[in-house]
C-alpha cells in the first residue's frame, strides 16, 4: 500500500498565476480533505471531497477549488496567487475513521 | 468555538524524560482527539487517538490522557529519544466518526536531548 502520494513535491508559481496540486488516496479510501500549512503553524482545513463532491469548506476564497474523481483521486486548484499563498498542502485521505496524511506539496509563489 | 489551543509551543526534554504536551478546547461537539507527528519537510502522521468515552489511552510510549470535564487533553511520552524529536500537533474533529474535518493546535516543537 503505497499511502497518500502527492504531487508535485515542489513548486514555483508567480503571482498571479494558477496552480493544480494532485493527491492519490490510500487505498480504500473514500474521502479526500484539503489542508494548508504555512510554516511555523498547524494545518488549516480548506475542504473535502466525498462521492465527487464537495463535502465540507473551510475559511478560504473561491480562488481554492478541487475537484474529486471516480476513482477518489482528487486536485487542488489555486487561481490568482498571492504571495501569501505559500504553503505546504497537504492531502488527507480517510475511511469512516482516521485521516492520513500525504507528504504534501511545498507551493512558493514570487 | 472551533479553535484548539496547544501548549507549551516548544519543548526540551533529556533522553528517558517525560514530555508532556497539553490541549484545551472549547466545543463540545468534538468527540474524536487525534494527535499527529511531523517532521521537516514530511507530512503529519497519526500517533494516537482517544474519543471521549475513555480519560486514557496508551500505544507504547504514547499516552493520551482526556479530561472531559475540562475540555482539556494530553499527550504523554514516556522515556523520550532523541528520534521523537519533532512537531506534535494535537486536533479535534466532531461527528459520529470522523469526517476529515481535523481543526489543529498550533504544534509543539519537541527536543530530546542525548
Known amino acids: 500500500d503505497a499511502g497518500v502520494t502527492q504531487s508535485p513535491t515542489h513548486l514555483i508559481k508567480t503571482r498571479g498565476q494558477q496552480v493544480t496540486l494532485r493527491c492519490s488516496p490510500k487505498?480504500?479510501?473514500?474521502?479526500v480533505s484539503w489542508y494548508q500549512q504555512a510554516l511555523g503553524q498547524g494545518p488549516q482545513f480548506i475542504f473535502q471531497?466525498?462521492?465527487?463532491?464537495?463535502?465540507q469548506r473551510g475559511n478560504f476564497p473561491d480562488r481554492f477549488s478541487g475537484h474529486q474523481f471516480p476513482n477518489y483521486s482528487s486536485e487542488l486548484n489555486v487561481n490568482a496567487l498571492l504571495l501569501g499563498d505559500s504553503a505546504l498542502y497537504l492531502c488527507?485521505?480517510?475511511?469512516?475513521?482516521?485521516?492520513?496524511f500525504g507528504q504534501g506539496t511545498r507551493l512558493t509563489v514570487v | 468555538q472551533q479553535q484548539v489551543k496547544q501548549s507549551p509551543q516548544s519543548l526540551i526534554v533529556q533522553k528517558g524524560g517525560i514530555s508532556i504536551i497539553n490541549c484545551a478546547y472549547e466545543?463540545?461537539?468534538?468527540?474524536?482527539f487525534p494527535w499527529y507527528q511531523q517532521f521537516p519537510g514530511k507530512g503529519p502522521a497519526l500517533l494516537i487517538a482517544i474519543r471521549p468515552d475513555v480519560s486514557e489511552k496508551k500505544e507504547g510510549r504514547f499516552t493520551i490522557s482526556f479530561n472531559k470535564s475540562a475540555k482539556q487533553f494530553s499527550l504523554h511520552i514516556m522515556d523520550s529519544q532523541p528520534g521523537d524529536s519533532a512537531t506534535y500537533f494535537c486536533a479535534a474533529a466532531r461527528g459520529s466518526s470522523n469526517t476529515g474535518k481535523l481543526i489543529f493546535g498550533q504544534g509543539t516543537t519537541l527536543q530530546v536531548k542525548p
Open positions: 488527507a485521505s480517510s475511511f469512516l475513521a482516521e485521516a492520513f
Open positions: 471531497y466525498y462521492e465527487e463532491e464537495e463535502r
Open positions: 466545543n463540545t461537539a468534538f468527540d474524536y
Open positions: 487505498s480504500g479510501h473514500d474521502t
